[in-house]
T-cell receptor, first 114, second 109 residues
Framework: DSGVTQTPKHLITATGQRVTLRCSPR?????VYWYQQSLDQGLQFLIQ???????AKGNILERFSAQQFPDLHSELNLSSLELGDSALYFC?????????????FGAGTRLSVL | SQQGEEDPQALSIQEGENATMNCSYK?????LQWYRQNSGRGLVHLIL?????REKHSGRLRVTLDTSKKSSSLLITASRAADTASYFC?????????FGQGTELSVKP
């Protein structure tokens, strides 16, 4: 158990809908990262938050947004969903955003857009 | 886009044999990490090697790093059926991990 909790485990929804994925980082970790894993794109970095502030952005679509709350949990919001958004979404956390840090991954949320 | 490539894409071996996976990357690095992913589950960190290290061991794992060739290899010795998983190398760029495409390892009992 990595100590990172993601909910829900599975999500099935329709095109055009909006969903929210939730992540609770390991106790004490200030940095949260979101990744998307799909068959065609592999594992891709989406966005990073550190202590409530956005720290880095990857190839995150404008339809996607995220935030980190004062209690350090994070949410990833996906809107106007398309079939191609079907993927595994992982959250990871680390003590800080330092390059030397190992990232601890949650079990992921599997999103199916029908 | 992904940082680099992993080779082979898939590897099937018998229990007890050694498995070697290779990873190439494109930019300069501070460190390189290897992660394991069991089918459809979260990634588990295996080992981190710094750019000033050439080799590192952890249990049955041996990682090498050649910064001049921008490549790394992961060796799993005396493999077990429980080692069946996908293995990814990742470089850390400004805190975010950039992953390779992964090697799918199958260890047959």
């Amino acid at each position: 158990d990595s100590g990172v909790t993601q909910t829900p485990k599975h999500l099935i929804t329709a095109t055009g809908q909006r969903v929210t994925l939730r992540c609770s980082p390991r106790s004490g970790d200030l940095s949260v990262y979101w990744y998307q894993q799909s068959l065609d794109q592999g594992l891709q970095f989406l966005i990073q938050y550190y202590n409530g502030e956005e720290r880095a952005k990857g190839n995150i679509l404008e339809r996607f947004s995220a935030q980190q709350f004062p209690d350090l949990h994070s949410e990833l919001n996906l809107s106007s969903l398309e079939l191609g958004d079907s993927a595994l979404y992982f959250c990871a956390s680390s003590p800080s955003g330092a390059i030397k840090n190992i990232q601890y991954f949650g079990a992921g949320t599997r999103l199916s857009v029908l | 886009s992904q940082q680099g490539e992993e080779d082979p894409q898939a590897l099937s071996i018998q229990e007890g044999e050694n498995a070697t996976m290779n990873c190439s990357y494109k930019t300069s690095i501070n460190n390189l990490q290897w992660y394991r992913q069991n089918s459809g589950r979260g990634l588990v960190h295996l080992i981190l090697i710094r750019s000033n290290e050439r080799e590192k061991h952890s249990g049955r794992l041996r990682v090498t790093l050649d910064t001049s060739k921008k490549s790394s290899s992961l060796l799993i010795t005396a493999s077990r059926a429980a080692d069946t998983a996908s293995y990814f190398c990742a470089t850390n760029q400004g805190g975010k991990l950039i992953f390779g495409q992964g090697t799918e390892l199958s260890v047959k009992p």
